[in-house]
């Protein structure tokens, strides 16, 4: 029976429901089928690729439990960061291989005025053909109006689950930040995440909310926390698929009425079954990733463009 979901997605308490209820398999078969349709209507069938280039990587003194580069546990030991010609390269690549955002992910370290002019020379090659987002430290107005002068579409900026207590970043600046963003007219993106088994269903729904309202974001989904050993969250492991799966069904629901606002469905990484919850992006990633200490000299798992394109024409997508 398929899953009546109306306008009532500010009901916290129903996304409750909602959730709890995906671990019963045939409400979560009828919730993937309403979550999928709720995605059509808005943004048709169209199967589209994040392509992100990690810039660089350096132990970090943030000390986010759950990252690869924090310097307490982290077993990169010097910096490495790609040439801007290698950047370019890759962005080129990504953009030849029909990549409909191209993300330029950089360290807590990592220069603006660098990210500025390597996201001008992409545009200046490549004007129309990408969108591009910039996931980077930032502190002020200044930097986000530089950000948008330089033709960058948007930021990825998020709060994370437990922000402040996993992570040394005051929520409320973070906030203060995505505000700001907005009021420059930049897109702001943000992802469920990073979601491990230690996540109850209340921080989950509570952060589709605040991803919802306050922050509009216009990306729904939810990323995966990659075990990293030495990590003080090792030990929970890693979240199953299914419930990403579920998390991403959940979210799109809770979009329903908003979806003006949302230009593209993910969670990461990719799998058959988070498709057919309602995603209709993959991820594709190269360079510096803060899930890994390896630094990814070719596509990050060996998943390709041409390989993202396959996933996402299997689950019924048009790319």
């Not at 990825?156 to 996993?166: F, H, M, N, Q, V």
């Not at 990306?219 to 492991?237: D, I, T």
Request: glycine fraction near 6%.
């Amino acid at each position: 029976m398929p899953v009546s979901f109306s306008p009532i997605s500010d009901s916290r308490e129903r996304l409750l429901q909602l959730l709890r209820e995906t671990r019963c398999p045939d409400r979560r078969d009828a919730l993937y089928l309403e979550a999928r349709a709720v995605v059509r209507e808005h943004l048709g069938n169209r199967g589209r690729i994040w392509a992100a280039i990690g810039l660089d990587q350096a132990p970090c003194n943030m000390g986010c439990r759950f990252c690869s580069f924090a310097s307490e546990w982290t077993r990169v030991t010097e910096s490495c960061e790609l040439s801007e010609e290698e950047a370019l390269e890759w962005a080129d690549e990504f953009i030849r291989e029909r990549a409909d955002y191209l993300i330029l992910r950089t360290s807590e370290q990592y220069c603006l005025e660098k990210l500025l002019e390597l996201g001008r020379r992409i545009l200046d090659r490549k004007r129309g053909t990408v969108r591009l987002v910039a996931n980077t430290r930032l502190a002020n107005d200044l930097q986000l109006a530089q950000l948008k002068k330089a033709g960058f579409h948007g930021i990825y900026k998020t709060i994370r689950l437990r922000e402040g207590a996993d992570t040394a970043f005051d929520p409320q600046v973070r906030l203060k930040q995505i505000r700001q963003a907005r009021d420059h007219g930049l897109r702001v993106f943000g992802l469920v995440e990073p979601v491990g088994p230690e996540h109850s269903d209340e921080e989950i729904v509570d952060a589709i909310l605040m991803l919802r309202d306050p922050i509009h974001t216009g990306l729904v989904g939810a990323m995966a926390r990659v075990p990293v050993e030495g990590s003080p969250l090792f030990g929970y492991g890693a979240v199953d698929v299914q419930r990403l799966a579920a998390i991403t069904a959940v979210f799109i629901l809770a979009m329903a009425d908003r979806f003006d606002d949302v230009e593209i469905v993910c969670s990461h990484p990719p799998h058959a079954e988070i498709l057919r919850a309602g995603a209709s992006a993959v991820v594709v990633e190269v360079g510096a990733i803060p899930r890994d200490t390896a630094f990814a000299r070719r596509e990050w798992q060996g998943l390709t463009m041409a390989q993202a394109r396959k996933l996402l024409q299997d689950a019924g997508y048009e790319v």
